[in-house]
């Protein structure tokens, strides 16, 4: 796994691909447990690339609990319709983000806002090269 790819998963990853599945493929792949990277191998993985302290691992531990019950909720609501759902989704990495920046240290923030940025890149280019 990549680190730009680690850091993506973090954040705005989990948000955009759950986006493009329906609910029922959304809730297939989250329980595949080889579909992504459980939340201690990434917290041991954004602990290394960043350099965190226990106390930070600790912090976004919970708030990756957090957005995963977030997330899973948004995807299980039927009454949303996909764009509103999509304005949630996003809503949920903006809280993830801002949560996370007050978690690290400016250093620590702007590696990983960086990295995010590039994978984002990343994947959209994956995703016009596919069509």
Known sequence: MTKKHLLWCLGAGLALGLMAASPAQAADKTTD?????????????????????????????????EQKDKLKEIRQDASLSKIDKAAKLRE???????????????EQYAKWEKARNEAQAEKKANRQSKR
């Not at 992504?36 to 106390?55: F, N, R, Y």
């Not at 949920?92 to 400016?106: G, M, S, W, Y």
């Open 33 to 65: 447990p080889a579909a992504k990277p459980k939340a201690a191998q990434k917290i041991k993985e954004l602990g290394a690339e960043l350099d965190l302290t226990a106390d930070q691992k600790a912090k976004v531990k919970t708030l990756l609990q």
């Open 92 to 106: 949920v990495q903006q809280t993830f983000a801002d949560k996370l920046k007050e978690i690290l240290t400016p």
